[in-house]
């Protein structure tokens, strides 16, 4: 009887620590193409940056209202790291589409991996340049007269990685449910994307939208994800909104996983 | 190795219902070497895929390696190595971290990894690519480093779905060498899929020609041959010889045709073993007198087995 109970625990700790280890694996595969293409790191680190440049200037100049170009950064920065990590993470997909056509990712199912992790390892990689690509354009921003409160922006990242893996998740789910028709999860993704980056937001302040447009933004997650980062952003642990994005990020990361997980073994490539 | 029972498999596309495999009930013992043959759509990829724990079965029941395949698939996947039919190298790796991941992705440690993916460079006559894009490679290159991927973890059950597709004949060549050795060394047992008629025929020792989902022979290929077509032997003489040839020939073989020409006639007859028949039979015709102007001896390829079995020729359809 005691045997029994033992090897089971120990056959649940193998598994606990190897769905780690199986995360770790998939994560690495996918970042040698990033540290084998430094170009193409070079490249995503500079986008962001284009579009701060490109962008600050003019809100600068639209919200003239005496407070100067330091508090237009801080209001609008937080929204753009948001909307870097919902691009990156929400075209993931593609990745996964692409791989799923030429045979590759047949072969990796055919291994013991376990499922959850080839969800979580691809998308993990996915933020890991968005976590470079947040702090170089932070950095970038405080000559300019941005506060820099770095434990507040660690705990933002923190989210923000929860909340990607959930948005990876979803979209590997989309990318597999439309692996017949690629221009089908393009479509899906953008027509998406756009109104849920509107709705939170993440560019302008929509207490100046009308009323049907903040109802909406109240069901949206995103909204309180932007909302979270932004009082982080700006110096404060001590706001609800923070708690609202936790939760936020922990709800869309358990709905991902678990519709992208459903969909990898329910579905057949 | 394996045991399956009234395997099935079928597809919903749109209003359409595909019926891949029909009931296959197979048994492989270990050690065995297994080449699955038949035309494009006959179901063989999806045999494997099943039997590989990524499709689920429609019905029916499949053990491999000890371990039911709807019950426990990740268990099934730890304990066996399969290459698919598609491109399993990511095109846009390189070769060298393809090989060290999928190592990884078993279990291998670094060092173990390392070796092994060296050895396999060295085998599968990959050297020098170690740091290529996967997408640089050529076709035959990418199939060979799909097949060390799938070798890496050494599987004491091998599945590949047309392994030597898109290979030249030397490395086609190389490939059997290495799964022939495979067998030998550490006793493997390999079940693989296979449109070249001659690989199944001279390489594996069990043939299994499956048609529209079912299996419709399975057995040794010198067995199939023998059963289902036989030797063949044509002797043509003129037609003043012919009823003394109808003579000798009615009594050394059967299912005996005439094709008649002008001032002479091929006769052709089926005999058990051609080449000890052939001598005797012109010898017979010699004795009688018999002026044989020419006589050939075919032998039986796979290609007239499936051709005995369903009426189709399974060339017409593999070039497709
Ligand atoms: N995912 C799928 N959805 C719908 N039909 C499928 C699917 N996979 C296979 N089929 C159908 O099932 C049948 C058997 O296909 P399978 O791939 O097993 O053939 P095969 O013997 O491997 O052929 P080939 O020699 O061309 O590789 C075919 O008619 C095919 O169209
Ligand atoms: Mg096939």
New interface residues.
């Given amino acids: 009887m005691s045997t029994i109970t033992d090897s089971a625990a120990t056959s649940a700790r193998m598994a606990r620590s190897s769905l780690l280890g ?1 995360i770790k ?1 998939v994560w ?2 996918e970042t ?2 990033i540290l ?1 293409d430094p170009f193409s790191l070079i490249f995503s680190l500079i986008q962001p940056l284009v579009f701060l440049g490109l962008f600050a200037p003019l809100l600068a100049g639209v919200a003239d209202d005496g407070l100067g170009f330091g508090s237009t950064l801080q209001f609008f920065l937080p929204g753009v790291v948001v909307m870097i990590t919902m691009f990156g993470t929400s075209m993931t997909g593609a990745n996964l589409q ?2 799923i056509m ?3 990712f ?9 499922r959850q992790a080839l969800l979580i390892g691809r998308a993990l990689k996915e933020l890991t340049p968005l976590v470079v690509q947040a702090l170089i354009i932070t950095l970038v921003a405080v000559p300019f007269g941005f506060d820099l409160y770095p434990a507040h922006i660690v705990l933002g990242l923190l989210i923000l990685g929860v909340f990607g893996v959930g948005v990876g998740a979803l979209s590997y789910a989309l990318a597999i449910a439309t692996r017949k028709n690629e221009w089908a999860f393009w479509a899906v993704q953008q027509s998406l994307l756009f109104p849920l980056l509107i709705l939170s937001g993440m560019m302008l302040p929509l207490e100046t939208g009308p009323d049907w447009m903040q109802a909406l933004s109240k069901v949206n997650p995103l909204t309180y994800i932007v909302d979270a980062e932004r009082v982080l952003f700006s110096g404060t642990f001590d706001d609800s909104a923070v708690v609202y994005g936790i939760v936020a990020a922990l709800v869309t990361c358990a709905v991902g996983l678990w519709v992208g997980v459903r969909t990898v073994t329910k579905s ?2 | 190795m394996i045991h399956t029972q009234q395997l099935t498999r079928t597809f919903e596309s749109g209003k359409e219902t595909v019926e891949a495999v029909r009931g296959i009930d197979l048994d492989v013992a270990e050690g065995e070497l297994v080449a699955f043959l038949g035309p494009n759509g006959a179901g063989k990829s999806t045999t494997l895929r099943m039997l590989t724990s990524l499709l689920p079965p429609t019905s029916g029941t499949a053990t491999v390696a000890g371990i039911d395949v709807t019950a426990d698939p990740a268990g099934v996947r730890s304990r066996i190595g399969y290459i698919g039919q598609k491109d399993g190298a990511g095109h846009n790796y390189r070769v060298w971290d393809e090989l060290l991941m999928q190592g990884r992705f078993y279990g291998l440690d670094k060092q173990r990894a390392t070796e092994r993916a060296d050895e396999l460079l060295g085998t599968l006559d990959l050297e020098g690519m170690k740091m290529r894009k996967v997408s640089t490679l050529s076709g035959g290159q990418k199939r060979r480093l799909d097949i060390a991927l799938g070798l890496i973890h050494e599987p004491a059950l091998l599945f590949l779905d047309e392994p030597s597709t898109g290979m030249d004949p030397q490395n086609r060549a190389n490939l059997w060498d290495h799964i022939l050795r495979l067998r030998e060394e550490f006793g493997t047992t390999i079940v693989l899929t296979t449109h070249y008629l001659e690989e199944a025929d001279t390489m594996a020792e069990r043939v299994v020609v499956i048609d529209h989902g079912r299996i419709i022979a399975d057995d040794t290929a010198e067995a199939l041959k023998a059963e289902q077509a036989g030797d063949r032997i044509t002797v043509t003489v003129s037609a003043d010889d012919l009823p003394t040839t109808r003579e000798v020939v009615g009594q050394a073989g059967t299912e005996v045709e005439e094709v008649p020409a002008d001032g002479c006639a091929a006769i052709s007859f089926r005999v058990d073993a051609g080449p000890v028949a052939l001598p005797r039979v012109l010898h017979a015709l010699g004795d009688k007198g018999v002026a044989v102007n020419a006589a050939t001896l075919k032998q039986p390829t796979l290609d007239d087995v499936f051709l005995n079995l369903t009426g189709r020729s399974l060339r017409e359809g593999a070039e497709a």
Avoid: Q, S, W
């Fill in positions: 199986d694996a690495t595969r040698l193409t084998r692409f791989e030429t045979g590759a047949e072969r990796i199912l055919a291994t013991p991996l376990a057949i490539l």
